[in-house]
């Protein structure tokens, strides 16, 4: 039982370069998120779904693209990388939304972007 | 405007003694709150949570503790161990909503 899994653990970018961060998780959840951690920040959610061929917008979404084609699977693109999207990404996943929201975290993807 | 506020960037507890981490909320639609320590180069872990309806939380070493007319929690880790040594970050939801709003988070350093 793997739990949530990011791939890749780091990715150095340049400046308007596409990129896809992928997440995974075993657990038969609903619902899943993706959020950015700056340095002396807590943590941002970007994009989240709650289901399969659902998303919608999070706090920060400028900039990102998500897709949940397949329940397991949550993706993250960034069509065009800027240097304000450096961060350490984590991808999260629960069974219920609201109240007993537990969230199971990834271990995290980080990315520069020169 | 920060909704989660931890105003404690960091915290040295002598092993053995008890860690108290505070953080306050602005908004009263939070009726749901967790607790998540992080050790570098890893994900958040799930440590504790509490509902709006209660006061108290307990788990083994760790309690959290909620005032709502005050809008402040803490979490307190009795005996705190070297292994307590991790990043603490308080959460927030409110009802019906998706997704969690953090604090920055406090550093907990438990000295030998």
């Known amino acids: 039982n793997a739990g949530v899994t990011q791939t890749p653990k780091f990715r150095v970018l340049k400046t308007g370069q596409s990129m896809t961060l992928l997440c995974a998780q075993d657990?038969?959840?609903?619902?899943m998120y993706w959020y950015r951690q700056d340095p002396g920040m807590g943590l941002r959610l970007i994009h989240y779904?709650?289901?399969?061929?659902?998303?919608a917008k999070g706090e920060v979404p400028d900039g990102y693209n998500v897709s949940r084609l397949k329940k397991q699977n949550f993706l993250l693109g960034l069509e065009s990388a800027a240097p304000s999207q450096t961060s350490v990404y984590f991808c999260?996943?629960?069974?219920?939304?609201?109240?007993?929201?537990?969230?199971?975290f990834g271990p995290g993807t980080r990315l520069t972007v020169l | 405007d920060q909704q989660v506020k931890q105003n404690s960037p960091s915290l040295s507890v002598q092993e053995g003694r008890i860690s108290i981490l505070n953080c306050d909320y602005t908004?009263?639609?939070?009726?749901?709150f967790l607790w998540y320590k992080k050790y570098p180069a890893e994900g958040p872990t799930f440590l504790i949570s509490?509902?709006?309806?209660?006061d108290k939380n307990e788990d083994g070493r760790f309690t959290v503790f909620l005032n709502k007319s005050a809008k402040h929690l803490s979490l307190h880790i009795v005996p705190s161990q070297p292994g307590d040594s991790a990043v603490y970050f308080c959460a927030a939801i409110a009802g019906g909503a998706d997704g969690l709003t953090f604090g920055k988070g406090t550093h907990l350093i438990i000295q030998p």
């Open positions: 657990m038969n959840h609903e619902y």
């Open positions: 908004n009263s639609m939070f009726d749901y």
């Open positions: 999260a996943s629960s069974a219920l939304a609201g109240a007993g929201n537990e969230q199971f």
């Open positions: 509490i509902s709006s309806i209660k």
């Open positions: 779904s709650v289901g399969e061929g659902t998303t």
